[in-house]
T-cell receptor, first 117, second 110 residues
């Protein structure tokens, strides 16, 4: 089945550091990738939709200059949390799907646990 | 943002019991998806439903796409310890973004 790989799985860093998270589709071309944030005991909250070769679409309330998204190829999207602060600590999950093919569900990566000290 | 109504929020059952959870929406969807999330991991797709009225099974799991397109249920038969986790429903209309339920946390007493 479709596999989405996310790296790293866990990051612990100091406040002010920028952190890059990678999301790769391993056996399919993902024209669209999605970045979610999940707080403890809550559902997934969509942050942005990443389209290959174009600018990402951010959800309301998500700072595009804070969370930089790049989708340079059909198999890779990156999320960079710039100048991270403790309030950015969370579980970040990416997802990918092939948009122009009928009945293709979204598959998720294993998530990245970000802890800012 | 928009969210599905998923119930129950949590379940505490004995091993071997059957489980049933459902999601309802005020909006129509043409796709319903059910995911399971284990602690510290991303959601894993369990069942995808694409047609109103569709009933689909995956091992001990059965899910149905409601005929009104506004609801779906997931049943788990003869629960086992590895069924523990959080189950999420998600609805989708066309190529639009997924809308998630709040999740059902399943706990199994041995």
């Amino acid at each position: 089945g479709a596999v989405v790989s996310q790296h790293p799985s866990r990051v612990i860093c100091k406040s002010g550091t920028s952190v890059k998270i990678e999301c790769r589709s391993l056996d399919f071309q993902a024209t669209t990738m999605f970045w979610y944030r999940q707080f403890p005991k809550q559902s997934l909250m969509l942050m942005a939709t990443s389209n290959e070769g174009s600018k990402a679409t951010y959800e309301q309330g998500v700072e595009k200059d804070k969370f930089l998204i790049n989708h340079a190829s059909l198999t890779l999207s990156t999320l960079t949390v710039t100048s991270a602060h403790p309030e950015d600590s969370s579980f970040y999950i990416c997802s990918a799907r092939v948009v122009n093919v009928v009945n293709q569900p979204q598959h998720f990566g294993d998530g990245t646990r970000l802890s800012i000290l | 943002g928009q969210q599905l109504n998923q119930s129950p929020q949590s379940m505490f059952i004995q091993e071997g019991e059957d489980v049933s959870m459902n999601c309802t929406s005020s909006s129509i969807f043409n796709t319903w998806l059910w995911y399971k999330q284990d602690p510290g991991e991303g959601p894993v797709l369990l069942i995808a439903l694409y047609k109103a009225g569709e009933l689909t099974s995956n091992g001990r799991l059965t899910a149905q796409f409601g005929i009104t397109r506004k609801d779906s249920f997931l049943n788990i038969s003869a629960s086992i310890p590895s069924d523990v986790g959080i189950y999420f429903c998600a609805g989708q209309q066309g190529a639009q973004k997924l809308v998630f339920g709040q999740g059902t946390r399943l706990t199994i007493n041995p």
